[in-house]
Nanobody
Framework: QVQLLESGGGLVHSGWSLRLSCEAS????????MRWYRQSPGKQRELVAH???????VVAESVEGRFTISRDTPKNTVYLQMDSLKREDTANYSC?????????WGRGTQVTVSS
């Protein structure tokens, strides 16, 4: 079993930055991929950013140029740096991990961006 704990969410103004963290209970060295998703009320869950086991990163077009995904393997943590936040970025952000055995989710952290 892999447990994931997200942190770093909060209430910020438009244009501000936040950095989300997702700490895994086990080493992330062998993970196939780590992802950040977000979901706001009434909307479908959206894949925001993705980092593969080899370090390849992809971010959604909606956040390109503003969000960056990275990881610190010794700390078993993946980050989502969010800059120039907009009201439409308001959502619950969840961490997801894909291993060769299963798929794991954290509980999420709320990000609210006010104008």
């Amino acid at each position: 079993q892999v447990q994931l704990l997200e942190s770093g969410g909060g209430l910020v103004h438009s244009g501000w930055s936040l950095r989300l963290s997702c700490e895994a209970s086990v080493s992330i060295f062998t993970f196939t991929a780590m992802r950040w998703y977000r979901q706001s009320p009434g909307k479908q869950r959206e894949l925001v950013a993705h980092i593969t086991g080899s370090g390849i990163t992809v971010v959604a077009e909606s956040v390109e140029g503003r969000f960056t995904i990275s990881r610190d393997t010794p700390k078993n943590t993946v980050y989502l740096q969010m800059d120039s936040l907009k009201r439409e970025d308001t959502a619950n952000y969840s961490c997801n991990v894909l291993t060769n055995r299963s798929n794991y989710w954290g509980r999420g952290t709320q990000v609210t961006v006010s104008s």
